[in-house]
């Protein structure tokens, strides 16, 4: 099992340009969620899903947009980048909502 | 979902016992707590979790109230190595999926 993964690990944007952050888990996980965590900050929910096809706003979703056309991935759009997404991205899924999250490596972004 | 408070920052000594508490004032019946463990650049990563009286294993001990309100994460004898930021989080499925953090407590061990 490799658990939960993300790419790319780390990268430079300008402002204005958009990527794709990629998440994909191997356990099956109903549930996955993304997260952004600002420098010395806690974690803040951008999106969630329940299943394949089915996606919701989280706490801070705005500039961002998730599809979950599988299981296993879970992938986060940023259309226009910007300074203030600068961040830390954090993916987790979990198999039922009460259980433990399992959590990525992270994607450190950088907006420029 | 039942909203967290936590202490922003907590010190400790080597080989002290820490104790962390969380409160939940409006946790739902059905609600479980979990506690996370966050180090610098990491995801956060499972500590415990229970849903009343006391849960224990090899890193750490849960107590919870009867009411529920709180909870407190205990960590016996703690090292340099436990220097992290704690979570609380409380959730189950009558309480929706949206699962968010609190702002966790940011815990120092020094020498």
């Known amino acids: 099992n490799a658990g939960v993964t993300q790419t790319p690990k780390f990268r430079i944007l300008k402002i204005g340009q958009s990527m794709t952050l990629q998440c994909t888990q191997d356990m099956n996980h109903n549930y996955m969620y993304w997260y952004r965590q600002d420098p010395g900050m806690g974690l803040k929910l951008i999106y969630y899903?329940?299943?394949?096809?089915?996606?919701d706003k989280g706490e801070v979703p705005n500039g961002y947009n998730v599809s979950r056309s599988t299981t296993e991935d879970f992938p986060l759009r940023l259309e226009l980048a910007a300074p203030s997404q600068t961040s830390v991205y954090f993916c987790?899924?979990?198999?039922?909502?009460?259980?433990?999250?399992?959590f990525g490596p992270g994607t450190r972004l950088l907006v420029l | 979902l039942a909203k967290t408070t936590q202490p922003i920052s907590m010190d400790s000594y080597e080989g002290q016992e820490v104790n962390i508490t969380c409160s939940h004032n409006n946790i739902a019946t059905n609600d479980y707590i979990t506690w996370y463990q966050q180090f610098p650049s990491q995801g956060p990563r499972f500590i415990i979790q229970?849903?009343?009286t006391k849960v224990t294993n090899e890193v750490a001990s849960l107590f919870i109230p009867a009411d529920r309100k709180s909870s407190t994460l205990s960590l016996p004898r703690v090292s340099l190595s436990d220097t992290a930021v704690y979570y609380c989080?409380?959730?189950?499925?009558?309480?929706?999926?949206?699962?968010?953090f609190g702002k966790g407590t940011s815990l120092l061990v020094t020498p």
């Open positions: 899903s329940v299943g394949a096809g089915i996606t």
């Open positions: 229970g849903y009343k």
């Open positions: 987790a899924s979990v198999r039922e909502v009460q259980e433990t999250q399992y």
């Open positions: 989080l409380v959730g189950g499925v009558n309480s929706g999926y949206a699962l968010n």
